[in-house]
């Protein structure tokens, strides 16, 4: 099994930047033998859960929800283990809880109902 901790998440003004970082660990994970994908997902009150964006571990090709192409952008670092999202130019329809997820598959698979491991989640709040 995977675990995933999510971190970075805050109260920010529209137009404003937060980074969002989630620790990957556990016996299981082991990306040198096995194609990973992770990704970030937001649900807003009332919402269903939405894909956000997601990265293949190896070769790092990334995959976008159209909502937040060219604002956002994820990133995975090897050698820490951690998987990243840069969030710039928010607004108010961003305010969410944000999960990272983690499959093992293509990179664009992006129902999150393909995703087997989750963090807890964090939340950010963008005001107007």
């Known amino acids: 099994q995977v675990q995933l901790v999510e971190s970075g998440g805050g109260l920010v003004q529209a137009g404003g930047s937060l980074r969002l970082s989630c620790v990957v660990s556990g016996r299981s994970f082991n990306p040198a033998i096995i194609a990973y994908t992770m990704g970030w997902f937001r649900q807003a009150p009332g919402k269903e859960r939405e894909f956000v964006a997601t990265i293949a571990w190896r070769g790092g090709s990334t995959f976008y929800a159209d909502s937040v192409k060219g604002r956002f952008t994820i990133s995975r670092d090897n050698a820490k283990n951690t998987v990243a999202l840069q969030m710039n130019s928010l607004k108010p329809e961003d305010t969410a809880v944000y999960y990272c997820?983690?499959?093992?598959?293509?990179?664009?698979?992006?129902?999150?109902?393909?995703?087997?491991?989750w963090g807890q989640g964090t939340q950010v709040t963008v005001s107007s």
């Open positions: 997820a983690a499959r093992v598959g293509h990179y664009t698979i992006t129902n999150p109902r393909n995703f087997s491991s």
